[in-house]
Protein backbone atom coordinates (compact mmCIF):
# COMPACT_ATOMS: atom_id res chain seq x y z
CA UNK A 1 0.00 0.00 0.00
CA UNK A 2 3.02 2.03 0.37
CA UNK A 3 4.53 1.76 -2.99
CA UNK A 4 0.55 2.62 -4.05
CA UNK A 5 0.80 6.17 -1.90
CA UNK A 6 4.39 6.48 -3.65
CA UNK A 7 2.96 6.69 -7.14
CA UNK A 8 1.71 10.33 -8.35
CA UNK A 9 -1.03 9.58 -10.50
CA UNK A 10 -4.54 9.88 -9.06
CA UNK A 11 -5.37 6.26 -10.24
CA UNK A 12 -2.77 4.51 -7.91
CA UNK A 13 -4.26 6.53 -5.03
CA UNK A 14 -7.75 5.47 -5.51
CA UNK A 15 -6.34 2.21 -5.39
CA UNK A 16 -4.91 2.67 -1.91
CA UNK A 17 -7.71 3.96 -0.77
CA UNK A 18 -10.06 0.91 -2.13
CA UNK A 19 -7.38 -1.74 -0.55
CA UNK A 20 -7.91 -0.10 2.26
CA UNK A 21 -11.75 -0.05 2.52
CA UNK A 22 -11.84 -3.52 1.60
CA UNK A 23 -8.88 -4.60 3.99
CA UNK A 24 -10.63 -3.00 7.03
CA UNK A 25 -13.90 -3.06 6.13
CA UNK A 26 -14.36 -6.05 3.92
CA UNK A 27 -16.53 -7.99 6.11
CA UNK A 28 -18.66 -5.43 7.06
CA UNK A 29 -19.07 -4.28 3.44
CA UNK A 30 -19.82 -8.16 2.31
CA UNK A 31 -22.07 -8.85 4.86
CA UNK A 32 -24.21 -5.88 5.11
CA UNK A 33 -24.31 -5.33 1.34
CA UNK A 34 -25.55 -9.05 0.86
CA UNK A 35 -28.10 -8.58 3.01
CA UNK A 36 -29.12 -5.17 2.01
CA UNK A 37 -29.31 -6.73 -1.98
CA UNK A 38 -31.22 -10.20 -0.64
CA UNK A 39 -33.85 -7.63 1.64
CA UNK A 40 -34.74 -6.15 -1.77
CA UNK A 41 -34.85 -9.40 -3.28
CA UNK A 42 -36.97 -10.80 -1.05
CA UNK A 43 -39.75 -7.96 -1.35
CA UNK A 44 -39.22 -7.76 -4.94
CA UNK A 45 -40.13 -11.22 -4.87
CA UNK A 46 -42.99 -11.02 -2.95
CA UNK A 47 -41.41 -13.25 -0.36
CA UNK A 48 -42.85 -12.78 3.60
CA UNK A 49 -41.17 -10.73 6.12
CA UNK A 50 -40.65 -14.33 8.10
CA UNK A 51 -38.33 -15.27 5.77
CA UNK A 52 -36.39 -12.02 5.81
CA UNK A 53 -36.03 -11.97 9.45
CA UNK A 54 -35.06 -16.01 9.60
CA UNK A 55 -32.45 -15.28 6.91
CA UNK A 56 -30.85 -12.03 9.23
CA UNK A 57 -31.10 -13.15 12.54
CA UNK A 58 -29.33 -16.90 11.04
CA UNK A 59 -26.27 -14.69 9.22
CA UNK A 60 -26.44 -12.41 12.08
CA UNK A 61 -25.71 -15.28 14.90
CA UNK A 62 -22.97 -16.88 13.04
CA UNK A 63 -21.35 -13.45 12.46
CA UNK A 64 -21.46 -11.90 15.87
CA UNK A 65 -20.25 -15.26 17.89
CA UNK A 66 -17.40 -15.56 15.02
CA UNK A 67 -16.16 -11.95 16.09
CA UNK A 68 -16.82 -13.14 19.87
CA UNK A 69 -14.46 -16.38 19.01
CA UNK A 70 -11.83 -14.66 16.79
CA UNK A 71 -11.54 -11.56 19.28
CA UNK A 72 -10.66 -13.83 21.94
CA UNK A 73 -7.75 -14.98 19.95
CA UNK A 74 -7.12 -12.20 17.59
CA UNK A 75 -4.38 -9.96 19.93
CA UNK A 76 -2.73 -13.13 21.13
CA UNK A 77 -1.90 -14.86 17.59
CA UNK A 78 -0.53 -11.39 16.36
CA UNK A 79 1.49 -10.90 19.02
CA UNK A 80 3.09 -14.56 18.81
CA UNK A 81 2.95 -13.97 14.91
CA UNK A 82 4.97 -10.58 15.13
CA UNK A 83 7.93 -12.32 17.35
CA UNK A 84 7.75 -15.00 14.69
CA UNK A 85 8.75 -12.43 11.99
CA UNK A 86 11.27 -10.52 14.30
CA UNK A 87 13.17 -14.29 15.25
CA UNK A 88 12.99 -14.99 11.43
CA UNK A 89 10.88 -17.94 11.87
CA UNK A 90 8.78 -17.81 9.51
CA UNK A 91 8.13 -21.54 8.61
CA UNK A 92 6.35 -21.81 11.61
CA UNK A 93 3.82 -19.29 10.80
CA UNK A 94 1.68 -22.46 9.24
CA UNK A 95 1.69 -24.23 12.16
CA UNK A 96 0.16 -21.71 14.01
CA UNK A 97 -2.49 -21.02 11.61
CA UNK A 98 -3.45 -24.59 12.52
CA UNK A 99 -3.37 -24.46 15.55
CA UNK A 100 -5.66 -21.16 15.14
CA UNK A 101 -7.69 -22.38 12.99
CA UNK A 102 -8.61 -25.83 15.31
CA UNK A 103 -8.90 -23.67 18.22
CA UNK A 104 -11.89 -21.08 16.38
CA UNK A 105 -13.68 -24.18 15.01
CA UNK A 106 -13.36 -26.15 18.02
CA UNK A 107 -15.22 -23.41 20.04
CA UNK A 108 -17.56 -23.16 16.95
CA UNK A 109 -18.33 -26.85 17.23
CA UNK A 110 -18.90 -26.51 21.11
CA UNK A 111 -21.22 -23.58 20.24
CA UNK A 112 -23.14 -24.90 17.91
CA UNK A 113 -23.70 -28.33 19.83
CA UNK A 114 -25.06 -26.46 22.19
CA UNK A 115 -27.76 -24.48 19.48
CA UNK A 116 -28.55 -27.71 18.20
CA UNK A 117 -29.85 -28.98 21.65
CA UNK A 118 -32.66 -26.10 21.85
CA UNK A 119 -33.32 -25.04 18.27
CA UNK A 120 -36.62 -27.26 16.55
CA UNK A 121 -35.15 -26.06 13.02
CA UNK A 122 -34.78 -28.87 10.70
CA UNK A 123 -30.76 -30.76 11.23
CA UNK A 124 -30.01 -29.68 7.36
CA UNK A 125 -30.34 -25.93 8.28
CA UNK A 126 -28.39 -26.26 11.25
CA UNK A 127 -25.63 -28.07 9.09
CA UNK A 128 -25.89 -25.19 6.84
CA UNK A 129 -25.17 -22.95 9.95
CA UNK A 130 -22.67 -24.91 11.05
CA UNK A 131 -20.78 -24.36 7.63
CA UNK A 132 -21.13 -20.70 7.62
CA UNK A 133 -20.05 -20.74 11.37
CA UNK A 134 -16.82 -22.45 10.96
CA UNK A 135 -16.15 -20.32 7.54
CA UNK A 136 -16.65 -17.32 8.70
CA UNK A 137 -14.14 -18.12 11.78
CA UNK A 138 -11.39 -19.57 9.45
CA UNK A 139 -11.81 -16.43 7.29
CA UNK A 140 -11.06 -14.06 10.53
CA UNK A 141 -8.09 -16.25 11.15
CA UNK A 142 -6.95 -15.79 7.66
CA UNK A 143 -7.59 -11.81 7.68
CA UNK A 144 -5.55 -11.47 10.72
CA UNK A 145 -2.74 -13.82 9.27
CA UNK A 146 -2.28 -11.61 6.20
CA UNK A 147 -3.10 -8.58 7.11
CA UNK A 148 -0.43 -9.12 9.74
CA UNK A 149 1.87 -9.88 7.09
CA UNK A 150 0.87 -6.93 5.23
CA UNK A 151 -0.78 -8.51 1.99
CA UNK A 152 -3.49 -6.12 1.49
CA UNK A 153 -3.91 -6.78 -1.95
CA UNK A 154 -5.14 -10.13 -1.37
CA UNK A 155 -7.55 -9.93 1.18
CA UNK A 156 -8.86 -7.31 -1.01
CA UNK A 157 -9.75 -9.37 -4.03
CA UNK A 158 -10.83 -12.09 -1.71
CA UNK A 159 -13.86 -10.50 -0.17
CA UNK A 160 -14.70 -8.68 -3.60
CA UNK A 161 -14.84 -12.30 -5.44
CA UNK A 162 -16.94 -13.89 -2.60
CA UNK A 163 -19.32 -10.76 -2.16
CA UNK A 164 -19.85 -10.93 -6.31
CA UNK A 165 -20.53 -15.08 -5.84
CA UNK A 166 -23.24 -14.86 -3.20
CA UNK A 167 -24.75 -11.81 -4.91
CA UNK A 168 -25.41 -13.65 -7.94
CA UNK A 169 -25.80 -17.10 -6.03
CA UNK A 170 -28.93 -15.07 -4.20
CA UNK A 171 -29.97 -13.87 -7.43
CA UNK A 172 -30.40 -17.16 -8.79
CA UNK A 173 -32.16 -18.24 -6.27
CA UNK A 174 -34.67 -16.11 -5.65
CA UNK A 175 -35.09 -15.28 -9.98
CA UNK A 176 -34.52 -18.92 -11.00
CA UNK A 177 -35.87 -21.24 -8.67
CA UNK A 178 -39.43 -21.31 -7.38
CA UNK A 179 -39.13 -20.62 -3.84
CA UNK A 180 -41.93 -19.01 -3.26
CA UNK A 181 -43.34 -21.97 -3.78
CA UNK A 182 -41.62 -23.51 -0.34
CA UNK A 183 -41.66 -23.51 2.84
CA UNK A 184 -40.08 -20.49 5.20
CA UNK A 185 -37.59 -22.74 6.41
CA UNK A 186 -37.31 -24.60 3.18
CA UNK A 187 -36.92 -20.91 1.12
CA UNK A 188 -34.31 -19.23 3.81
CA UNK A 189 -32.58 -22.44 3.75
CA UNK A 190 -31.80 -21.97 -0.14
CA UNK A 191 -31.21 -18.16 0.42
CA UNK A 192 -28.70 -19.37 3.21
CA UNK A 193 -26.63 -21.50 1.00
CA UNK A 194 -26.28 -19.09 -1.84
CA UNK A 195 -25.00 -16.97 0.71
CA UNK A 196 -23.03 -19.43 2.38
CA UNK A 197 -21.30 -20.20 -1.37
CA UNK A 198 -19.85 -16.60 -1.29
CA UNK A 199 -18.34 -16.88 1.89
CA UNK A 200 -16.82 -20.80 1.21
CA UNK A 201 -15.07 -19.06 -2.24
CA UNK A 202 -14.00 -15.98 -0.21
CA UNK A 203 -12.66 -18.69 2.50
CA UNK A 204 -10.35 -20.55 -0.15
CA UNK A 205 -9.37 -17.86 -2.20
CA UNK A 206 -7.58 -16.34 1.40
CA UNK A 207 -6.32 -18.95 2.27
CA UNK A 208 -4.57 -19.64 -1.54
CA UNK A 209 -3.19 -16.34 -0.89
CA UNK A 210 -1.96 -17.49 2.21
CA UNK A 211 -0.18 -20.44 0.95
CA UNK A 212 1.64 -18.44 -2.24
CA UNK A 213 2.57 -15.54 0.88
CA UNK A 214 4.34 -18.62 3.37
CA UNK A 215 5.57 -21.20 1.32
CA UNK A 216 8.10 -22.44 3.56
CA UNK A 217 5.71 -24.58 5.86
CA UNK A 218 6.20 -26.93 9.16
CA UNK A 219 2.89 -28.30 10.69
CA UNK A 220 4.83 -28.71 14.72
CA UNK A 221 4.49 -27.11 17.60
CA UNK A 222 0.36 -26.42 16.75
CA UNK A 223 -0.23 -24.95 20.02
CA UNK A 224 3.07 -22.82 21.33
CA UNK A 225 1.65 -19.77 21.09
CA UNK A 226 -0.80 -20.45 23.96
CA UNK A 227 2.08 -20.14 26.01
CA UNK A 228 1.37 -15.95 25.50
CA UNK A 229 -2.23 -16.45 26.88
CA UNK A 230 -0.02 -17.16 30.25
CA UNK A 231 2.59 -14.38 29.26
CA UNK A 232 0.16 -11.43 28.06
CA UNK A 233 -3.57 -11.95 29.82
CA UNK A 234 -4.11 -8.78 29.27
CA UNK A 235 -4.30 -9.12 25.32
CA UNK A 236 -6.62 -11.80 26.01
CA UNK A 237 -9.06 -9.81 28.15
CA UNK A 238 -8.62 -6.74 25.68
CA UNK A 239 -9.71 -8.32 22.57
CA UNK A 240 -12.31 -10.65 24.20
CA UNK A 241 -13.82 -7.83 26.28
CA UNK A 242 -13.69 -5.31 23.48
CA UNK A 243 -15.71 -7.60 20.84
CA UNK A 244 -18.54 -8.75 23.82
CA UNK A 245 -18.67 -5.33 24.73
CA UNK A 246 -20.13 -4.46 20.64
CA UNK A 247 -22.33 -7.07 21.27
CA UNK A 248 -23.61 -6.82 24.85
CA UNK A 249 -25.93 -4.32 23.99
CA UNK A 250 -27.94 -5.92 21.35
CA UNK A 251 -27.69 -9.35 23.50
CA UNK A 252 -29.67 -7.93 26.31
CA UNK A 253 -32.01 -5.91 24.09
CA UNK A 254 -33.04 -9.04 22.31
CA UNK A 255 -34.94 -9.81 25.20
CA UNK A 256 -36.57 -6.08 25.38
CA UNK A 257 -39.49 -4.57 24.07
CA UNK A 258 -39.88 -4.97 20.42
CA UNK A 259 -37.71 -8.14 20.15
CA UNK A 260 -38.79 -11.53 18.93
CA UNK A 261 -38.03 -14.96 19.24
CA UNK A 262 -37.71 -16.81 15.67
CA UNK A 263 -38.16 -20.23 14.84
CA UNK A 264 -37.74 -20.87 18.56
CA UNK A 265 -33.96 -20.48 17.81
CA UNK A 266 -33.02 -17.09 17.22
CA UNK A 267 -33.68 -14.15 19.79
CA UNK A 268 -33.43 -11.15 17.34
CA UNK A 269 -34.43 -7.65 17.42
CA UNK A 270 -35.04 -6.89 13.83
CA UNK A 271 -35.00 -2.65 14.00
CA UNK A 272 -32.05 -2.51 16.57
CA UNK A 273 -29.94 -5.30 14.92
CA UNK A 274 -30.09 -3.65 11.67
CA UNK A 275 -29.40 -0.09 12.94
CA UNK A 276 -26.09 -1.69 13.69
CA UNK A 277 -25.43 -3.15 11.36
CA UNK A 278 -26.26 0.39 9.07
CA UNK A 279 -24.40 2.21 11.32
CA UNK A 280 -20.62 0.31 11.65
CA UNK A 281 -21.46 1.15 7.46
CA UNK A 282 -20.36 4.50 8.57
CA UNK A 283 -17.70 4.31 10.31
CA UNK A 284 -15.46 2.79 6.91
CA UNK A 285 -13.18 6.07 6.62
CA UNK A 286 -12.39 5.59 10.12
CA UNK A 287 -10.60 2.57 9.74
CA UNK A 288 -9.74 3.31 5.94
CA UNK A 289 -7.78 6.43 7.24
CA UNK A 290 -6.02 4.44 9.96
CA UNK A 291 -4.66 2.12 7.92
CA UNK A 292 -3.34 4.48 5.19
CA UNK A 293 -2.40 6.91 8.14
CA UNK A 294 -0.23 3.80 9.75
CA UNK A 295 1.23 3.02 6.77
CA UNK A 296 2.02 6.06 5.19
CA UNK A 297 3.25 8.52 7.93
CA UNK A 298 2.58 7.12 11.98
CA UNK A 299 4.71 4.11 11.68
CA UNK A 300 7.84 5.58 10.22
CA UNK A 301 7.93 7.75 13.05
CA UNK A 302 7.38 5.28 15.38
CA UNK A 303 9.98 3.08 14.22
CA UNK A 304 12.65 5.81 13.98
CA UNK A 305 11.87 6.47 17.48
CA UNK A 306 12.23 3.07 18.81
CA UNK A 307 15.39 2.36 16.78
CA UNK A 308 17.26 4.83 18.86
CA UNK A 309 15.98 3.12 21.86
CA UNK A 310 17.12 -0.06 21.29
CA UNK A 311 20.40 0.66 19.06
CA UNK A 312 21.67 3.85 21.53
CA UNK A 313 20.69 6.96 19.76
CA UNK A 314 21.65 10.32 22.06
CA UNK A 315 19.25 11.48 24.06
CA UNK A 316 19.06 14.25 21.43
CA UNK A 317 18.35 12.35 18.46
CA UNK A 318 15.17 10.26 21.16
CA UNK A 319 13.93 13.48 21.99
CA UNK A 320 13.59 14.80 18.69
CA UNK A 321 12.26 11.35 17.54
CA UNK A 322 9.72 11.51 20.07
CA UNK A 323 8.67 15.42 19.33
CA UNK A 324 8.25 14.46 15.69
CA UNK A 325 6.51 11.19 16.13
CA UNK A 326 4.05 12.64 18.79
CA UNK A 327 3.90 15.66 16.33
CA UNK A 328 2.31 13.59 13.77
CA UNK A 329 0.31 11.44 15.94
CA UNK A 330 -1.51 14.36 17.12
CA UNK A 331 -1.98 15.47 13.68
CA UNK A 332 -3.35 11.89 12.60
CA UNK A 333 -5.52 11.90 15.38
CA UNK A 334 -6.91 15.41 14.54
CA UNK A 335 -7.50 14.63 11.34
CA UNK A 336 -9.43 10.90 11.66
CA UNK A 337 -12.06 12.65 14.09
CA UNK A 338 -12.20 15.85 11.91
CA UNK A 339 -12.90 13.55 8.36
CA UNK A 340 -15.33 11.01 10.46
CA UNK A 341 -17.06 13.47 12.23
CA UNK A 342 -18.02 15.45 8.91
CA UNK A 343 -18.84 11.97 7.45
CA UNK A 344 -20.88 11.01 10.07
CA UNK A 345 -22.66 14.29 10.31
CA UNK A 346 -23.09 14.23 6.83
CA UNK A 347 -24.47 10.42 7.00
CA UNK A 348 -26.58 12.21 9.60
CA UNK A 349 -27.80 15.14 7.61
CA UNK A 350 -28.77 12.58 4.86
CA UNK A 351 -30.99 10.08 6.65
CA UNK A 352 -32.72 13.41 8.40
CA UNK A 353 -33.34 14.53 5.04
CA UNK A 354 -34.07 11.83 3.10
CA UNK A 355 -36.28 10.04 5.80
CA UNK A 356 -39.48 9.77 4.03
CA UNK A 357 -37.47 8.47 0.80
CA UNK A 358 -36.05 5.81 2.65
CA UNK A 359 -38.94 4.34 4.49
CA UNK A 360 -37.11 5.33 7.48
CA UNK A 361 -39.86 5.92 10.59
CA UNK A 362 -39.46 6.02 14.04
CA UNK A 363 -38.61 4.17 16.17
CA UNK A 364 -35.66 2.93 13.47
CA UNK A 365 -35.08 6.20 12.48
CA UNK A 366 -33.90 7.31 16.13
CA UNK A 367 -32.09 4.16 16.91
CA UNK A 368 -30.35 4.26 13.52
CA UNK A 369 -29.09 8.07 14.52
CA UNK A 370 -27.63 7.28 17.93
CA UNK A 371 -26.19 4.14 16.92
CA UNK A 372 -24.03 6.31 13.95
CA UNK A 373 -22.79 8.36 17.06
CA UNK A 374 -21.38 5.23 18.85
CA UNK A 375 -20.19 3.61 15.89
CA UNK A 376 -18.05 6.70 15.96
CA UNK A 377 -16.98 6.94 19.48
CA UNK A 378 -16.38 3.23 19.38
CA UNK A 379 -14.08 3.09 16.26
CA UNK A 380 -12.09 6.00 17.67
CA UNK A 381 -11.94 3.86 21.10
CA UNK A 382 -10.69 0.58 18.60
CA UNK A 383 -7.99 2.71 16.96
CA UNK A 384 -6.62 3.96 20.51
CA UNK A 385 -6.52 0.70 21.78
CA UNK A 386 -4.61 -0.35 18.93
CA UNK A 387 -2.19 2.97 19.55
CA UNK A 388 -2.13 1.69 22.97
CA UNK A 389 -0.55 -1.46 21.98
CA UNK A 390 1.65 -0.11 19.23
CA UNK A 391 2.92 1.95 22.53
CA UNK A 392 3.23 -1.35 25.05
CA UNK A 393 0.24 -0.06 26.87
CA UNK A 394 -1.15 -3.17 27.42
CA UNK A 395 -3.12 -2.06 30.78
CA UNK A 396 -4.22 0.83 28.99
CA UNK A 397 -5.79 -1.04 26.32
CA UNK A 398 -7.35 -3.69 28.51
CA UNK A 399 -8.49 -0.93 30.84
CA UNK A 400 -10.63 1.00 28.02
CA UNK A 401 -12.04 -2.56 27.21
CA UNK A 402 -13.69 -3.48 30.43
CA UNK A 403 -14.72 0.03 30.80
CA UNK A 404 -16.51 -0.43 27.29
CA UNK A 405 -17.87 -3.55 28.59
CA UNK A 406 -19.11 -3.18 31.43
CA UNK A 407 -20.40 0.93 30.41
CA UNK A 408 -22.70 -0.92 27.40
CA UNK A 409 -24.14 -3.84 29.63
CA UNK A 410 -24.90 -1.75 32.77
CA UNK A 411 -26.24 1.26 31.11
CA UNK A 412 -27.82 -0.94 28.61
CA UNK A 413 -29.62 -2.95 31.59
CA UNK A 414 -30.89 0.19 33.19
CA UNK A 415 -32.10 1.62 30.29
CA UNK A 416 -34.09 -1.19 29.03
CA UNK A 417 -37.33 -0.15 30.45
CA UNK A 418 -37.59 2.81 28.06
CA UNK A 419 -38.35 0.38 25.85
CA UNK A 420 -37.55 1.34 22.09
CA UNK A 421 -37.05 4.72 22.49
CA UNK A 422 -34.07 4.43 24.59
CA UNK A 423 -32.43 1.90 22.47
CA UNK A 424 -29.26 2.94 21.09
CA UNK A 425 -28.41 5.30 23.80
CA UNK A 426 -26.43 2.94 26.09
CA UNK A 427 -24.06 2.11 23.17
CA UNK A 428 -23.66 6.00 22.46
CA UNK A 429 -23.37 6.95 25.95
CA UNK A 430 -20.73 3.69 26.84
CA UNK A 431 -18.35 4.06 23.25
CA UNK A 432 -18.28 8.01 24.61
CA UNK A 433 -16.91 7.03 28.23
CA UNK A 434 -14.51 4.35 26.79
CA UNK A 435 -13.44 7.33 24.24
CA UNK A 436 -12.82 9.84 26.43
CA UNK A 437 -10.89 7.45 29.05
CA UNK A 438 -8.65 5.66 25.70
CA UNK A 439 -7.93 9.19 25.12
CA UNK A 440 -6.71 10.62 28.09
CA UNK A 441 -4.57 7.45 28.79
CA UNK A 442 -2.98 7.52 25.44
CA UNK A 443 -2.10 11.24 25.46
CA UNK A 444 -0.90 10.52 29.29
CA UNK A 445 1.45 7.37 28.52
CA UNK A 446 3.10 9.28 25.17
CA UNK A 447 4.16 12.35 27.59
CA UNK A 448 6.22 9.70 29.26
CA UNK A 449 6.58 7.59 26.46
CA UNK A 450 11.16 7.34 26.80
CA UNK A 451 10.49 6.71 30.45
CA UNK A 452 8.17 2.98 29.86
CA UNK A 453 10.31 2.82 26.76
CA UNK A 454 13.49 2.28 28.65
CA UNK A 455 12.46 0.91 32.02
CA UNK A 456 10.03 -1.91 29.94
CA UNK A 457 11.00 -5.39 31.44
CA UNK A 458 10.60 -8.59 29.87
CA UNK A 459 7.06 -10.03 30.88
CA UNK A 460 7.16 -12.48 33.50
CA UNK A 461 5.25 -15.64 33.02
CA UNK A 462 3.42 -16.25 36.73
CA UNK A 463 1.11 -19.59 35.25
CA UNK A 464 1.43 -22.36 32.72
CA UNK A 465 -1.92 -23.46 32.17
CA UNK A 466 -2.29 -22.77 29.15
CA UNK A 467 1.31 -23.80 28.15
CA UNK A 468 0.36 -27.28 29.55
CA UNK A 469 -2.98 -26.93 27.66
CA UNK A 470 -1.48 -26.38 24.89
CA UNK A 471 1.48 -29.23 25.21
CA UNK A 472 -1.62 -31.62 25.59
CA UNK A 473 -3.33 -30.88 22.90
CA UNK A 474 0.02 -30.96 20.68
CA UNK A 475 -0.30 -34.86 21.68
CA UNK A 476 -3.54 -35.95 20.64
Not at 40 to 63: D, H, P, T
Not at 152 to 172: L, N
Amino acid sequence: MQELFKEDYFSARIRAYGFASLVTAGPWIVVVAVLVIVQWLIQSAGLSIAVRELFLASISYCFIFSQIIFGAQNLIVTRYIADLFYEKRINEVYATFLGASKTAVGAAVVLWVIFVCISPLPFVYKLVLLILFAVMNLIWILFMFLTAAKYYQPIAYSFMIGGIVSVGAVAIVVYVAEIGEYSVQATVLSLFAAFTSGMIITLFSLYFSFLISFPKRTTENQFAYFVYFDRYPSLFWTGFLYNIGVWVCNWIIWFGEGSSYIEGSFRFHTLYDTAIFWSYLSIIPTMMLFVLSIETRFYQRYRTFYGYINEGGSLAQIQKAKDTMLIVLRQEMERLLRNQGLFSLLILATILYFAAEFGFRQPFLGMLCITIVGALANAIVFVISLLLLYFEDRRGAMYTSILFFTANGILTLLLLPLGVDGYGLSFAIGSILAFAYSAMRLFAYVKEIEFYAFMRNQTKQRFNFFQRVGSMLERL
